[in-house]
């Protein structure tokens, strides 16, 4: 799943005043918008290595790739609508990234092949074998979004007066 930024999608007006900019004025919000990517992709890793989870404490009886373990391991998963998902393999938080598409899109989100579940654990929905659980969101990616909104458009800011003042 992929959350999109996207500079006011509500018009189209935004959209035809970013094409007629000087091109060094692009490629300064590109620039921002670069490391905008990069402090998010940061912030939601770093909350869900954040210890410790308060949830639900589980055994797990398989390891990475399938393996039975010889000896059960204690996890504590995530609380719902507090805390960033619990690292159990790493795949959701190895997949959490970005891109920047011209200088009216930064894609921030995670998810891939390899890991199915990043939908579910950010907007909750049923799940499981025969759709018996239900999971309650995590919002992972949108409170990574809201927290770093002052930091956005400082960077932003920043980087196209970069350019300006040259």
């Not at 404490?57 to 399938?66: A, E, K, L, V």
């Not at 049923?126 to 956005?152: A, C, D, E, P, W």
């Amino acid at each position: 799943m992929t959350f999109k930024l996207i500079i006011d999608p509500s018009t189209e007006k935004t959209f035809r005043d970013l094409t007629k900019l000087p091109q060094e004025v692009r490629r300064g919000i590109r620039r921002g918008a670069y490391l905008v990517g990069k402090e998010l992709v940061k912030s939601t890793v770093k909350d869900m290595n954040k210890k410790p989870k308060s949830g639900r404490t589980y055994r797990i009886y398989q390891g990475i790739g399938g393996r039975k373990l010889n000896k059960p391991r204690k996890h504590i998963a995530s609380a719902p609508l507090t805390e960033a998902p619990a690292v159990i393999t790493g795949g959701l938080r190895k997949s959490v990234n970005f891109k920047v598409r011209g200088a009216s899109r930064l894609e921030f989100g995670a998810g891939n092949d390899d890991v199915k579940y990043d939908r579910i654990l950010e907007v909750g929905g049923v799940t499981g074998r025969g759709k018996k659980s239900t999971i309650q969101g995590r919002f992972y990616l949108k409170k990574s979004i809201n927290r770093n909104r002052m930091l956005t458009k400082r960077t932003l800011g920043r980087e196209v007066n970069k350019i300006i003042k040259k």
